[in-house]
């Protein structure tokens, strides 16, 4: 199975504080000539920088989809 881990932006509101941007990232896996969305985690981090690595980690280690939540916990060293 080919898996592609992206990152993905999107604008939050919050009460009070007005609106940002925030970055999630979503797991891809190829099938034929397209893509089928297997997993999305919104607003990991607002930092893009910080989003990339993890995705880039998770592509250069075919992480299974199941375990995105544990690999984006260990970033932020929880």
Same mark, same amino acid.
């Given at each position: 199975?080919?898996?592609?881990?992206?990152?993905?932006?999107?604008?939050?509101?919050?009460?009070?504080?007005?609106?940002?941007?925030?970055?999630?990232?979503?797991?891809? &896996?190829? $099938?034929?000539?397209?893509?089928? =969305?297997?997993?999305?985690?919104? *607003?990991?981090?607002?930092?893009?920088?910080?989003?990339?690595?993890?995705?880039?980690?998770?592509? &250069?280690? $075919?992480?299974?989809?199941?375990? =995105?939540?544990?690999?984006?916990? *260990?970033?932020?060293?929880?």
């Amino acid at each position: 199975m080919q898996l592609e881990y992206a990152v993905f932006q999107e604008l939050r509101r919050i009460a009070d504080s007005g609106t940002f941007l925030t970055y999630g990232i979503r797991v891809w &896996r190829r $099938e034929g000539g397209g893509k089928l =969305l297997l997993r999305q985690v919104s *607003d990991v981090s607002v930092s893009r920088p910080f989003v990339e690595q993890i995705a880039a980690l998770c592509n &250069r280690y $075919e992480l299974a989809p199941e375990h =995105l939540m544990d690999v984006i916990e *260990d970033a932020f060293g929880k």
